[in-house]
DNA sequence: ATAAAAAAATGTTTTATAACACATTATCCC
DNA sequence: GGGATAATGTGTTATAAAACATTTTTTTAT
């Protein structure tokens, strides 16, 4: 990873005028970057785990991150997965709990930490930034009792279609345009929805034989986007 | 319902210390005053309606409300259950979406609704009351996101006894310490407990058979907590 | 390059739970 | 009060998906 990269990492999430600390002033900017901490982490390492305790608002620059939950028999629920210009485990920091779900790098990822003291200070001087989040906030609580209701009644074709979905809105396509920009194992894909691998495994076969998608290894491309959509839809 | 009650209603949510309104001054409170409206609903009655639009953060001051979702084929999904002095419907609020669910009321219930833009007025200049508020849809994304796994994952009994203990913990006990202080229809606590309402009655009376709770019609009251517990957490 | 380990693929069996059918009891309401 | 309607209870069947077993392919490490 370029050095570079790393330093301007955080760049985005204090200066860009999208961001929401934008309304900030040069001042609060200066006061936040003093209390940052920017971090790489390889494909495959853990960001955080189940109980631990938050340190800051951790902001994603670059790379993927599945955010998950151990569920009984230690089986593996993943509940969000985070891109680029995102927040996490924000969830924890703002309910003043430690961690109820762990994150790990799926790709070499950066993550830049705005330490917790430190943002809390300018949170209570600025409503505006705070109800931005609150929005973030409710858009994910949204996001979730759908998703409840999705993975508890949708049958396995309905659940993995869904997911595929979700992966092309979250992280979008290549080039190409139909080739998914991200490159889940099966497990992972099962474990976003809800099944064993081996069925993740042969309902993407299925999916395949209908040419709804085509299968190039982890590479996964749609193939008709309306039917998939139907797919999620009927259940 | 008394008239007295209703106009007392609003009284908890704008002066009550606990309340998360009490750092206001009294001006601000006055004006939230102004702008709001108490209404009683009939049990069975709805509150708001899976798309309507959000007038204002509605507070619940009496009564019991399922907030629920509709799934599959117009299966019921209830994602929350709420109780006297919390909100309701806020999510939407906040997310600048319309309700993403409805609310029924299942008890004679009084709400009081502050109206939206007097509410963001202040809560843009009071950034302690936006954290706070923060912080009570936090709490939530975590249920939310614990109860997908618990839907998801565990087998039908773990599934009734979570509801069983998540009734308790939100309603409560009568005067005997171990009747749940709240009356659910069958059907109710199969949408709370993601299964058919066959299997709610079957499973209650198996628990009952096995003197982890007994049953009198709707009323529901906890033999051995800790047992049922256990049996919430196996799965 | 080859062994070892992990991931993917596929067929078979088992099981939890939905779906269905029907009986019984409460509750509503004219 | 009695008919209608809704809620509850129970047995049976069907089925989706997990569990299990085994093979093949791919990746990683030595």
């Known amino acids: 990873?370029?050095?570079?990269?790393?330093?301007?990492?955080?760049?985005?999430?204090?200066?860009?005028?999208?961001?929401?600390?934008?309304?900030?002033?040069?001042?609060?900017?200066?006061?936040?970057?003093?209390?940052?901490?920017?971090?790489?982490?390889?494909?495959?390492?853990?960001?955080?785990?189940?109980?631990?305790?938050?340190?800051?608002?951790?902001?994603l620059a670059n790379g993927k991150v599945k955010i998950f939950k151990e569920g009984v028999g230690g089986r593996e629920q993943i509940v969000r997965m985070a891109s680029p210009l995102g927040f996490i485990g924000y969830r924890a920091l703002f309910a003043g709990q430690n961690y109820s779900g762990s994150a790990l790098a799926l790709e070499?990822?950066?993550?830049?930490?705005?330490?917790?003291?430190?943002?809390?200070?300018?949170?209570?001087?600025n409503a505006e930034i705070t109800l931005a989040l609150m929005k973030k906030m409710a858009d994910e609580l949204g996001i979730s009792n759908t998703r409840t209701v999705s993975l508890t009644q949708k049958h396995i074709r309905g659940r993995l279609?869904?997911?595929?979905?979700?992966?092309?809105?979250?992280?979008?396509?290549?080039?190409?345009?139909?080739?998914i920009r991200a490159y889940l194992s099966r497990e992972d894909l099962a474990n976003l929805s809800n099944m064993t691998t081996s069925n993740a495994i042969r309902t993407l076969s299925t999916f395949a034989s209908e040419k709804l998608i085509s299968l190039e290894g982890r590479?996964?491309?749609?193939?008709?986007?309306?039917?998939?959509?139907?797919?999620s839809d009927m259940g």
């Open 219 to 231: 590479k996964i491309s749609i193939l008709d986007m309306k039917k998939l959509e139907r797919v």
């Open 161 to 179: 279609a869904e997911s595929l979905l979700l992966l092309v809105d979250t992280y979008g396509l290549e080039e190409d345009g139909r080739t």
């Open 1 to 59: 990873m370029a050095l570079k990269n790393l330093e301007v990492a955080c760049d985005y999430f204090l200066n860009d005028p999208d961001s929401i600390f934008s309304p900030l002033s040069e001042e609060e900017k200066k006061d936040l970057f003093a209390n940052h901490v920017c971090t790489v982490y390889k494909k495959g390492e853990i960001i955080f785990k189940e109980g631990d305790k938050p340190t800051g608002l951790i902001c």
């Open 108 to 125: 070499d990822s950066i993550v830049c930490i705005l330490e917790k003291e430190a943002l809390f200070k300018i949170l209570k001087n």
